[in-house]
């Protein structure tokens, strides 16, 4: 056995796991917060505070008399309430039964009702709160787009681009662009060719200039756990020509890509300066429309963008929580439409990613840098908050119903009815799960 060239393949699954067990720490500490801190303002007692299940490494009683502690398994974690048999929030009877009246209003079972709706109810919040505020800072570190096309940076090119930073682009091949949104719109209409003409104002100046096509084949991004990141390739990467016919538009490359039917192209990549050749398998995916459903289509997980960099704004800490918000309600409105789509079949059922995908994702999220493993995170977050939505027994979600069931008929669901319900979410989940990771095994 080469256990040299064993070396590599063991590196990378320590960083695919240490990334994942960093993100979903981050993700569950955020959510187990926010049960812990709204039971806290409403009068609920956490009695233990952790992170991962089983022993404990190491752990700390705060003077509230809360154990805070990170346990041997990081693939969790919980809060336990005064008066809770385990970590699930099962109730202790018998605990409670001794308590004194003012003791039981510390309880999960002794609190108002609104209280413990508040309590469940922050878990979820606080994934969403958690996702929000990273987007919002993403949008604030980075900026958005100006109205108006101007240059704010030339992204690296095999050819020279006679535009310069602070160009104001006025026209495309003579027709006019008087913002960014008419820019986008002559640019999407224009057929693909080697250079366009563009109609500059620089320093007060008009000028009439010959460039790349406004959307070159150029990877603005790369996505994880796809061919082309399985091939080796970076953001930056231009796109030279395909099977050995040369391209100019990202358009181009992306119609080829949907005509191979999966076949293997050969790409010439100009990267810093040098080619090379790579050769890819375009994999099958459901993709989300803006108008709404999915469309399936062969795909190598570029993604594309302007021969320019916009000028870009700095928006205020009220536009960029506005922005974040918008960004988590798409994710959210994007996964509801992906499972029903999937649940009638419109869809495929590998599109349910378990365990295994999540953390390949993790660690091909990290190693695309800090930013994108941290967007990432934010990602999942808002995922795991719709997760325990679910009006399903043992989620935060199904808690939620019971205690809708309970403000309606004024009193809560029977000790025998929880258990049969608490046993059937269980194991529906067990079973997602299992179907999950069969996903991750055996789907293409």
């Not at 695309?368 to 989620?395: D, E, K």
Request: hydrophobic share 50%; net charge negative.
């Amino acid at each position: 056995m080469d256990i040299i060239g064993l070396i590599p393949s063991f590196g990378g699954l320590i960083w695919t796991v240490v990334a994942f067990v960093v993100a979903l720490s981050i993700i569950v500490a955020v959510h187990e917060y926010g049960h812990y801190i709204v039971g806290r303002w409403t009068g609920i007692h956490a009695e233990v505070f952790s992170i991962g299940f089983g022993p404990q490494l190491f752990s700390w009683v705060d003077r509230r008399g809360t154990r805070w502690q990170v346990a041997a398994l990081p693939f969790g974690g919980y809060v336990r309430f005064l008066g809770d048999a385990d970590a699930a929030s099962s109730p202790d009877g018998a605990a409670v039964a001794r308590m004194t009246a003012e003791e039981r209003r510390h309880t999960m079972q002794g609190a108002p009702l609104w209280a413990r709706a508040a309590t469940v109810a922050a878990g979820p919040a606080f994934n969403f709160i958690m996702s929000v505020l990273v987007f919002a800072g993403f949008f604030l570190a980075q900026g958005v787009a100006t109205e108006q096309p101007v240059v704010g940076a030339l992204k690296p090119l095999p050819q020279a681009v006679a535009l310069e930073p602070g160009d104001r682009v006025v026209a495309l091949d003579g027709q006019p662009t008087p913002d960014l949104t008419a820019f986008f719109t002559v640019a999407n209409a224009l057929p693909p060719a080697p250079a366009v003409r563009y109609s500059v104002e620089r320093y007060g100046q008009a000028m009439e200039l010959d460039g790349p096509f406004p959307f070159p084949p150029v990877a603005d991004g790369v996505s994880p756990q796809s061919a082309a990141q399985a091939a080796g390739l970076l953001p930056g990467d231009v796109v030279l020509a395909v099977d050995g016919a040369p391209i100019h538009a990202f358009s181009q490359l992306r119609r080829i890509v949907g005509e191979s039917e999966g076949r293997d192209l050969r790409l010439t990549i100009w990267r810093a300066g040098t080619t090379q050749d790579v050769t890819l398998t375009p994999r099958r995916q459901d993709l989300p429309r803006a108008e709404g459903g999915f469309e399936t289509r062969w795909l190598l997980g570029l993604t594309g963008g302007l021969v320019f960099v916009p000028e870009t704004r700095t928006p205020g800490p009220l536009e960029s929580v506005q922005l974040g918000a918008s960004q988590t309600w798409a994710i959210v409105q994007t996964s509801l439409s992906g499972l029903w789509h999937m649940v009638t079949g419109a869809i495929s059922s590998c599109n349910l990613t378990g365990p295994i995908g999540i953390a390949e994702t993790s660690g091909a999220a990290a190693a695309q840098g800090v930013a994108s493993f941290i967007w990432f995170i934010a990602m999942l977050s808002t995922a795991v908050g719709l997760l325990n939505l679910f009006p399903v027994p043992v989620l935060d979600g199904g808690h939620l119903v019971f205690h809708a069931w309970e403000a309606a008929t004024g009193r809560p669901p029977s000790d025998r009815a929880l258990r049969i319900l608490m046993t059937a979410g269980l194991a529906l989940l067990l079973t997602l799960m299992v179907f999950a990771l069969s996903n991750d095994l055996f789907c293409p």
